[in-house]
T-cell receptor, first 111, second 113 residues
């Protein structure tokens, strides 16, 4: 059974800092991995999708990497801003229809 | 930009009542899903729907739950007899293909009293 873990559970940084969020999964047989952002009481906004054949994806200040063999992904956020404050969720898709989610990392960027 | 639309945004109901949550998928998307998130917990898969039938469901999706696409546009989740533990945020999600990027709606918050 796939399990997804995100560390740390919460992170507080000053504005402008570069940071890394971690995601690990127990079963390396995945189709893809997706990073989402969730603001309090809101839906999930897709940030990046990495297919199993890819090593990384970039969008603006965000860069996500995937190491399938070790069951790890990282989300790198460059030059963080207060507007980046949110919960970041990692989710993997294996050999079934569903995404399996981690519990998320709550990020606070302080002005 | 196309988006997944969900109604209602918040519904309060009494235990034992029926609830219908509605979703309008992105127009060219073919795969539809319902997920839920109990407060403070992980987002959990409920059901996937493709080609007008359920393609996969979780153990949470028992006989009190049903889904349908009655008019070719709306995708609905019905909970027949709500329980206190059904209180959660319910998310509709859609994508164009099996391994495509998944797009979520803003969610419907269900409160069962």
């Amino acid at each position: 059974k796939q399990e997804v873990t995100q560390i740390p559970a919460a992170l507080s940084v000053p504005e402008g800092e570069n940071l890394v969020l971690n995601c690990s999964f127990t079963d390396s047989a995945i189709y893809n991995l997706q990073w989402f952002r969730q603001d309090p009481g809101k839906g999930l906004t897709s940030l990046l999708l990495i297919q199993s054949s890819q090593r990384e994806q970039t969008s603006g200040r965000l860069n996500a990497s995937l190491d399938k063999s070790s069951g790890r992904s990282t989300l790198y956020i460059a030059a963080s801003q207060p507007g980046d404050s949110a919960t970041y969720l990692c989710a993997v898709k294996g050999g079934s229809e569903k995404l399996v989610f981690g519990k998320g990392t709550k990020l606070t960027v302080n002005p | 930009e196309p988006e997944v639309t969900q109604t209602p945004s918040h519904q309060v109901t009494q235990m034992g009542q029926e609830v219908i949550l509605r979703c309008v998928p992105i127009s060219n998307h073919l795969y539809f899903y319902w997920y839920r998130q109990i407060l403070g917990q992980k987002v959990e898969f409920l059901v996937s729907f493709y080609n007008n039938e359920i393609s996969e469901k979780s153990e949470i999706f028992d006989d009190q739950f049903s889904v349908e696409r009655p008019d070719g546009s709306n995708f609905t989740l019905k909970i027949r007899s709500t329980k206190l533990e059904d209180s959660a945020m319910y998310f509709c999600a859609t994508n164009t293909g099996y391994d495509g990027e998944l797009f979520f709606g803003e969610g419907s918050r269900l409160t069962v009293l």
